[in-house]
């Protein structure tokens, strides 16, 4: 199984800081990386795909980039309704494996 | 748009089958190209996939519970379904259904179900 390993766990920061987090997965997965973010009693909400490439409807403000085995998102500008839970996910090969998620938290 | 429901009892009596079941709309589940799968999260936890199935019919499950798992599709209904058998403690997590194309990766999540593992 491909181990996928977000860093860090959790963050503090204010509005309208710029935030990353890293993702780092255990073999190469070339760009087959995927981003999601979900608040608390809520379904996980896709944001990027194919590491760099925004889902339909996601703001600008949201970035990603890596190829291989490290990957990063970016909050450009942190906004009130960004601060959620992160979780990077690999679809190069089945077991489809999540990193343990980043906790966004209001400084 | 598309919506996926899932559904089922939100309790489960220890070594019994956990039985849930998808129902999409706003779009056919027959589809080519897309797979059907589930999620799910401990309570506190991260994200675990258990497995898909394609419009197809042909599964790719996690090993972790390959032994205890089925995961089946009913195109008539526009359906798919999870049975997890022999559940313990460590199966109680809010279930997610969803979908991803070939290639790409989950695009449409369902709201979730909580389903808890208790005598």
């Known amino acids: 199984d491909i181990q996928m390993t977000q860093s860090p766990s959790s963050l503090s920061a204010s509005v309208g800081d710029r935030v990353t987090i890293t993702c780092r997965a255990s073999q190469g997965i070339s760009n087959y990386l995927a981003w999601f973010q979900q608040k608390p009693g809520k379904a996980p909400k896709s944001l990027i795909y194919?590491?760099?490439s925004l889902q339909s409807g996601v703001p600008s403000k949201f970035s990603g980039s890596g190829s291989g085995t490290d990957f990063t998102l970016t909050i450009s500008s942190l906004q009130p309704e960004d601060f959620a839970t992160y979780y990077c996910?690999?679809?190069?090969?089945?077991?489809?494996?999540f990193g343990g998620g980043t906790k966004v938290e209001i400084k | 748009q598309l919506q996926l429901q899932e559904s089922g009892p939100g309790l489960v009596k220890p070594s019994e089958t956990l039985s849930l079941t998808c129902t999409v709309s706003g779009g056919s589940i027959s589809s080519s190209g897309y797979f059907w799968g589930w999620i799910r999260q401990p309570p506190g936890a991260g994200l675990e996939w258990i497995g898909s199935?394609?419009?197809?019919?042909?599964?790719y499950y996690n090993p972790s519970l390959k032994s205890r798992l089925t995961i089946s599709i009913d195109t008539s209904r526009n359906q798919f379904s999870l049975k997890l058998s022999s559940v313990t403690a460590a199966d109680t997590a809010v279930y997610y259904c969803?979908?991803?194309?070939?290639?790409?990766?989950?695009?449409?999540w369902g709201q979730g179900t909580l389903v808890t593992v208790s005598s």
């Open positions: 194919g590491a760099s």
């Open positions: 199935i394609s419009y197809s019919g042909s599964t």
């Open positions: 996910q690999q679809y190069s090969s089945y077991p489809l494996t």
């Open positions: 969803a979908r991803r194309g070939g290639g790409r990766p989950i695009d449409y």
